[in-house]
C-alpha cells in the first residue's frame, strides 16, 4: 500500500523559505510523477509543482521563480523548496503521486501539512 508522509510545514514571514518534504514507500507499481497540490479555505485543490519520472517539472504560474521540486530517488523523497513566499502561498499542500497501473492513472495522496505566511 502507498505511504506519503509530509514534513516541512509551518508559519514563516512573507519572504520567507520552507521546504516540504514527502517521503513515499509501499508503491509496486511504475510511477509516472509525483508533485505538491496546495488547497486554500474555501479555494480547489491545484497543482503547485510536479517531477515526472523522466525528471521533466512543470509549475504553477503563480509559484514559477520561486518553487523548485526535486526528488532524492534513493530515499523516495520529494522536496519543494519555497522561496520569496507570499500570503496568498498560506494552504494545505499535498504531496501526490501518479502510478500507473494498467491503462490507469491512479491518485495517491498524503495527509497534508500547513503552511501559514503571515506576518
Known amino acids: 500500500q502507498v505511504r506519503l508522509v509530509e514534513s516541512g510545514g509551518g508559519l514563516v514571514q512573507p519572504g520567507g523559505s520552507l521546504r516540504l518534504s514527502c517521503a513515499a514507500s509501499g508503491s509496486s507499481f511504475p510511477i509516472y510523477a509525483m508533485g505538491w497540490y496546495r488547497q486554500a479555505p474555501g479555494k480547489q485543490r491545484e497543482l503547485v509543482a510536479q517531477i515526472k519520472s523522466g525528471g521533466s517539472t512543470n509549475y504553477a504560474d503563480s509559484v514559477k521563480g520561486r518553487f523548485t521540486i526535486s526528488r532524492d530517488n534513493a530515499k523516495n523523497t520529494v522536496y519543494v523548496q519555497m522561496n520569496n513566499l507570499k500570503p496568498e502561498d498560506t494552504a494545505v499542500y499535498y504531496c501526490?503521486?501518479?502510478?500507473?497501473?494498467?491503462?490507469?492513472?491512479?491518485?495517491?495522496w498524503g495527509q497534508g501539512t500547513q503552511v501559514t505566511v503571515s506576518s
Open positions: 501526490n503521486q501518479k502510478t500507473i497501473v494498467g491503462s490507469q492513472i491512479v491518485d495517491y
